[in-house]
């Protein structure tokens, strides 16, 4: 008597895994990371130059203090004063 494989399917269920691994490889779409800097963080990034000429500013201030040159201007000094405390 002489047996054939008819109607019988291999059964291997490691290799349809495999084979099913493969094609989502092949469906995924190739992605990439982007940056986008926002205007907001554009603007910030002149800080620099604002902490530049602010420390340029300290170092005017320590050179009249220790001169003997500063004068405080007392109705500018008043003036601050009450915004701050008005707020």
Same mark, same amino acid.
């Given at each position: 008597?002489?047996? *054939?494989?008819? #109607? $019988?399917?291999?059964?291997?269920? *490691?290799?349809?895994?495999?084979?099913? %691994?493969?094609?989502?490889?092949?469906? %995924?779409?190739? $992605? %990439? &990371?982007? @940056?986008?800097?926002?205007?907001?963080?554009?603007? @910030?990034? #002149?800080?620099?130059?604002? =902490? &530049?000429?602010?420390?340029?500013?300290?170092?005017? @201030?320590?050179?009249?203090?220790?001169?003997?040159?500063?004068? $405080?201007? =007392?109705?500018? @000094? =008043?003036?601050?004063?009450?915004? *701050?405390?008005?707020?």
């Amino acid at each position: 008597m002489k047996i *054939y494989n008819y #109607g $019988v399917n291999k059964v291997n269920p *490691y290799q349809n895994q495999s084979l099913k %691994t493969e094609q989502v490889k092949k469906s %995924t779409f190739n $992605v %990439t &990371d982007q @940056l986008e800097i926002s205007s907001a963080a554009k603007d @910030l990034q #002149g800080i620099k130059s604002y =902490a &530049d000429e602010r420390a340029e500013r300290v170092q005017q @201030l320590k050179e009249q203090i220790e001169s003997g040159n500063y004068q $405080v201007d =007392a109705k500018k @000094l =008043a003036s601050d004063m009450l915004k *701050y405390y008005r707020k």
